[in-house]
């Protein structure tokens, strides 16, 4: 199966979370710091259907991945949490996602490109790949409500090879 990746926009990625970014033209802008900065609030709400679940901020560093097309063999879900994703020094990076129930259904899956400027909230249970890091290493830093079992980060391997173009 081949993906080529598309650039992240709201309403692409709406079907598996929420894009969290300073240009969301869907959320009014207000005046803050003295008049320094615009506020945008309420751009993702963090989810858990666990309620002894703690929020867990954690940072990842991402080493990047060669270029050319990518080999795909795993995707992960968190079933019982959102997960949301802010890069901290990045230029773009890659997000696959997909829906399924106890696996995921690669007939759904998606391959986003998204700017240093995106972040990425995905919905519990949403399928999706470890974070890519294209061009460079990227750090990012994690929110996701855990409680240490195995429902906090189920991975699947795929039946199939899915290479990911992108662009």
């Known amino acids: 199966m081949r993906l080529r990746a598309e650039a992240l926009t709201d309403a692409g990625f709406a079907p598996f979370g929420e894009v969290v970014s300073c240009e969301r033209a869907d959320v ?24 002894h679940a703690r929020l867990n901020v954690a940072s990842f ?22 997960q949301l ?28 490109v998204a700017s240093g400027a995106q972040g990425v909230s995905y ?24 409680d240490g079992t195995a429902l906090d980060c189920e991975t699947r391997a795929l039946g199939e090879v899915v290479e990911v173009d992108p662009g």
């Open 85 to 112: 994703f802010v890069p901290m020094n990045a230029r773009r990076y890659l997000v696959v996602v997909a829906h399924g129930g106890d696996a995921p259904d690669l007939g759904s899956a998606r391959a986003f």
């Open 123 to 146: 919905a519990p249970g949403v399928w999706h790949h470890p974070m890519i890091a294209l061009d460079e290493a990227i750090d990012f830093a994690c929110f996701v409500y855990e």
């Open 61 to 82: 560093r991402c080493a990047p991945r060669p270029a050319g097309a990518l080999a795909l063999t795993l995707l992960e879900r968190h079933a019982a949490s959102s």
């Open 28 to 51: 009014a802008a207000s005046s803050a710091n003295q008049g320094t900065a615009l506020r945008r609030d309420w751009l993702t709400e963090l989810r858990s259907s666990r309620p």
